[in-house]
């Protein structure tokens, strides 16, 4: 499903909620920095969506910051449409996205939606060359398992290519009337390319060449 297919239910689905809704949170800015950050953009965009876009200089975090503020007949849940460049003359094999456990007050409790729901249409997802890992697949340090405050991503993504219709959504706190607070998101890409098939098989027959060899050896030793 596309990005404006999505937006499309999504607004009609806010549409219908707006109604019932008194009080709730709403995404005032967003801004990025970081070691790895080569440029970023956000696009002027409704209340509960965000479009960003975000390339990277190299294999390195980008910290994405997101100033949130009180609004009346709103919506606790907030969607992301991002656009990711590689401008690195690596591929990227990985990506981690981390809310920033250090934050205090509404911000501590900010969390991603769906991401253990891969059948339902608002699941986080970067196509179309990475897919979420599930929050029972373990990670390495200092990365956590996907879960409210973690996404995890495995593909590639080639030197000089884009992701141009990444998607996931956040459960965002109301800070009250006259209240505003801010929270990070963390995005880590990890370098390294995702072996073809026929790689691993090659990989394989290369073992068992090895072990027949050595068995061979051994039974000329003896």
Do not use: C
């Amino acid at each position: 499903m596309n990005a404006t297919t999505k937006s499309l239910l999504v607004a009609m689905a806010f549409g219908g909620s707006v109604a019932t809704a008194t009080a709730s949170s709403v995404v005032t800015n967003v801004t990025a920095s970081g070691p790895g950050l080569g440029s970023f953009s956000l696009e002027e965009s409704p209340p509960s969506f965000s479009y960003l876009s975000s390339t990277y200089a190299s294999v390195d975090p980008i910290t994405l910051t997101f100033t949130v503020g009180h609004a009346e007949g709103g919506d606790r849940e907030h969607h992301v449409y991002e656009t990711i460049g590689n401008g690195t003359s690596a591929a990227f094999s990985n990506f981690h996205f981390h809310l920033d456990e250090s934050a205090s007050g509404p911000a501590s409790n900010v969390t991603f939606n769906y991401f253990d729901a891969e059948d339902n249409i608002f699941a986080p997802e970067l196509p179309p060359g990475f897919t979420l890992d599930s929050p029972s697949k373990a990670q390495a340090a200092p990365f956590e398992p996907t879960g409210p405050r973690d996404l995890n991503f495995t593909g590639e993504l080639k030197a000089g290519a884009y992701i141009e219709e990444g998607y996931f959504s956040l459960n965002i706190p109301d800070p009250g009337a006259g209240n505003a607070y801010t929270f990070s998101l963390v995005q880590t890409p990890v370098a390294g390319v995702v072996p073809e098939p026929e790689t691993y098989a090659m990989f394989l027959a290369g073992l068992g060449l090895m072990g027949f060899m050595a068995r061979r050896k051994q039974n000329k030793n003896k």
